[in-house]
Every structure is written in structure tokens, then in C-alpha cells.
Nanobody, 130 residues
Framework: QAQLVESGGGLVQPGGSLRLACVASGFTSDYYAIGWFRQTPGKEREAVSCISSHDGSTYYADSVKGRFTISRDNAKNTVYLQMNGLKPTDAGVYYC???????????????????????WGQGTQVTVSS
């Protein structure tokens, strides 16, 4: 089971930026997808973005495409989510997630299909408010 630790959340004004980071440890597989979900009160957890270890391909939900960028630093076992042009609707708890089923994670992001994910971080709060 992977251990995932997020950081970088906080309070930002609409239009502002934040960068989330997720440090991953405790797994040895070279084939996995790692990315981000978010959850707001009363709503289901939504897959936002993921990156494939297989070829580095990145995927985004339509709601964040063009504003968010996911990247990874393999040397640091860290994945980042650069969030620009933040809106109040982006607010919520952001969770880092990892799963060895890459197609499943991609479907969760691209098609918005809820799917069980293998490993979760503890979450980091993002607040977008003036």
C-alpha cells in the first residue's frame, strides 16, 4: 500500500494560483497512475487529473483543463498540481491518489466515472474566496 502525503493547500483569491505537492512512498511498482481528486461538502469525490507512470501522459477533467497542470519529479517521488485561475468552484479538499490500474484512473478523470482507488492521502484544503 502506497503512502501519500499532500501539501500546498491554503486560501487564495479568485484568479489566484496554488501548487499542491504529493510525496509518494512505500510501493515498488513501475506501472501506476497517480493524481488528484477533490471533494466539496455534499458532493462526490471528483477526479481532477492524473499522470501515467507508463509514458508520462497527463489527463484532466473538463472543469480544470487549461488551468491546472499535473507534473512529476521522479527523483523526489513527488507529483505536483499547479492550479491557476482558481475559481470558488475549485474549493474543496484535494486528495492525492494512486492506483495500479491506469485505465481505470484515466476513466475516472476523463469520464467522471466514480471508481475505487487503491491509495489515498489525507487531503489538503483549498479555499478560494475574496
Amino acid at each position: 500500500q502506497a503512502q501519500l502525503v499532500e501539501s500546498g493547500g491554503g486560501l487564495v483569491q479568485p484568479g489566484g494560483s496554488l501548487r499542491l505537492a504529493c510525496v509518494a512512498s512505500g510501493f515498488t511498482s513501475d506501472y501506476y497512475a497517480i493524481g488528484w481528486f477533490r471533494q466539496t461538502p455534499g458532493k462526490e469525490r471528483e477526479a481532477v487529473s492524473c499522470i501515467s507512470s507508463h509514458d508520462g501522459s497527463t489527463y484532466y477533467a473538463d472543469s480544470v483543463k487549461g488551468r491546472f497542470t499535473i507534473s512529476r519529479d521522479n527523483a523526489k517521488n513527488t507529483v505536483y498540481l499547479q492550479m491557476n485561475g482558481l475559481k470558488p468552484t475549485d474549493a474543496g479538499v484535494y486528495y492525492c491518489a494512486l492506483d495500479r490500474n491506469i485505465p481505470k484512473f484515466i476513466r475516472a478523470v476523463v469520464a467522471g466515472i466514480p471508481m475505487p482507488i487503491g491509495s489515498w492521502g489525507q487531503g489538503t484544503q483549498v479555499t478560494v474566496s475574496s
